[in-house]
């Protein structure tokens, strides 16, 4: 039986969300916002994938703050579509809160793992 990754599930859960976000972008013309959100939105859980096959405590470290700072990212794009109006309120408070909720798990990840190698 496979060992459950909550951030994992999270952040492929997200990318599933932010994949039709990019649909929506693209029925408005939104195409260099749309490329953007994709890339930095699906690269969070790409990165959470990698690091299950780290090879050392360093490389995971490294490439969850890879997906921390795409997390960082991933927000900038959702603020800019909703006070340019792409977005509706109620979509980026959903939105907003699963991409905190992946960048608060990633963070105490991180920092755990760093005790370890310390």
């Known amino acids: 039986m ?10 492929y859960r997200f990318a599933i969300r932010i994949v039709k976000l990019s649909n929506y972008l693209d029925e408005k013309h939104a195409y260099a916002i749309s490329t953007q959100i ?7 859980g790409a990165n959470i ?18 997906s921390l ?3 960082s990212e991933t ?15 109620a979509q ?5 809160n699963d991409c905190d ?6 963070t105490a990840i991180i920092k755990s793992a760093k005790k370890d190698i310390e």
């Open 75 to 89: 927000i900038y794009w959702l603020n800019l579509l909703k006070d340019t109006s792409y977005i509706s309120e």
């Open 69 to 71: 700072k795409e997390v």
């Open 92 to 96: 980026y408070d959903s939105m907003i």
């Open 49 to 66: 994938a990698e690091s299950q096959q780290a090879q050392s405590r360093k490389d995971f470290i490294s490439k969850l703050s890879i």
């Open 2 to 11: 496979e060992k459950e990754n909550i951030v994992y599930d999270k952040s």
């Open 101 to 106: 909720e992946i960048g608060r798990l990633l």
């Open 38 to 44: 994709v890339k930095c939105g699906t690269s969070i």
